[in-house]
T-cell receptor
């Protein structure tokens, strides 16, 4: 039962353009959402989060949008840089309950 | 440096071996986790320790045995593993606060290969 889904396994973007990573979830009780970034041979690194009481959270080049009615989460990176090339995981949790992860999207930013 | 340290980073073991993965967190968190990451699969939660008590098992095979001697240390004891257990094992920690979402911080992982 995969409650968090990232339907695009990969995304390729030109440097300087916007990267949009998408995530869908099925559990309407999720109230906290996060994005993690993972380089090869390293553990995931926390990137940005959003609470269900908000619909947008911004941190520098990274913005997370939450559409609760559509059960959809997205991460925007603008402008994209080659160093952003990594696997991005979406995650969601309900209160203190287990965090559920998506399968990840591999972002490649081309110079 | 994430504040969560895992050793060893790489481990190759035979199916009859006994080995352990070690994790230490320097963040003062009250919860620690073991996750498994296999290729092209979501991260799978294996074990959760909150305040040094195991709160979830998630039907993990008994050949994986966790140990949490204190809030800063977590072990994963491995015994008679199978080749399909080869994966990246990630330790994580968080500060659980009742009613609030908590952010999990991961270590760099231990790559396990079972031969």
């Amino acid at each position: 039962d995969q409650q968090v889904k990232q339907n695009s396994p990969s995304l390729s973007v030109q440097e300087g353009r916007i990267s949009i990573l998408n995530c869908d979830y099925t559990n309407s009780m999720f109230d906290y959402f996060l994005w993690y970034k993972k380089y090869p041979a390293e553990g995931p690194t926390f990137l940005i989060s959003i609470s269900s009481i908000k619909d947008k959270n911004e941190d520098g080049r990274f913005t997370v949008f939450l559409n609760k009615s559509a059960k959809h989460l997205s991460l925007h990176i603008v402008p994209s840089q080659p160093g952003d090339s990594a696997v991005y995981f979406c995650a969601a949790s309900e209160g203190d309950n287990d965090m559920r992860f998506g399968a990840g999207t591999r972002l490649t930013v081309k110079p | 440096e994430t504040g969560v340290t895992q050793t060893p980073r790489h481990l190759v073991m035979g199916m009859t071996n006994k080995k352990s993965l070690k994790c230490e967190q320097h963040l003062g968190h009250n919860a620690m986790y073991w996750y498994k990451q296999s290729a092209k699969k979501p991260l799978e939660l294996m074990f959760v320790y909150s305040l040094e008590e195991r709160v979830e098992n998630n039907s993990v095979p008994s050949r994986f045995s966790p140990e949490c001697p204190n809030s800063s240390h977590l072990f994963l004891h491995l015994h008679t593993l199978q080749p399909e257990d080869s994966a990246l094992y990630l330790c994580a920690s968080s500060q659980q606060r009742q009613g609030n979402g908590n952010t999990i911080y991961f270590g760099e992982g231990s790559w396990l290969t079972v031969v």
